[in-house]
């Protein structure tokens, strides 16, 4: 009698790092809409539990990206509101863009290398 096990249909590795990279997309084009950016991390959280151990590592460096880019954004809303600290508000807005252009551009280099992200729970790169 035949092996009737089923396959999973997602069991080409090729086809999670196609997801991955999908996601590192949707957050470098997410500043237009937004929308990108909880769509790309609804797919990072779904994936990291079935994904390799090394893609999971992206995965989680894409969930926390988000999640440390949620806290820089409440830090500069709130320093908007003291006149003071407008300035620096204005400066976290355009450094928070930058960190997540590098962040990205960085995690698909290493998705493209086939290579796990060393340390997924750091701030920086």
């Not at 997309?25 to 790309?40: D, E, K, R, S």
């Not at 928070?96 to 590098?102: A, F, P, R």
Request: hydrophobic share 60%.
């Amino acid at each position: 009698m035949a092996d009737s096990t089923p396959v999973p249909a997602n069991s080409d590795p090729g086809n999670d790092r196609i997801i991955a990279s999908i996601v590192y997309v949707l957050y470098l084009i997410g500043p237009a809409n937004g929308f990108t950016v909880l769509i790309g991390v609804i797919i990072a959280f779904m994936r990291k539990d079935k994904a390799p151990a090394w893609l999971a590592s992206h995965y989680e460096f894409q969930i926390r990206t988000v999640l440390y880019a949620i806290a820089l954004v409440l830090i500069a809303i709130i320093g908007v509101f003291t006149v003071i600290l407008i300035p620096l508000s204005l400066l976290i807005w355009l450094l928070l863009g930058l960190w997540i252009v590098v962040r990205c551009v960085v995690g698909l280099m290493r998705i493209v290398d086939a290579r796990p992200n060393p340390d997924p729970t750091s701030f920086l790169v």
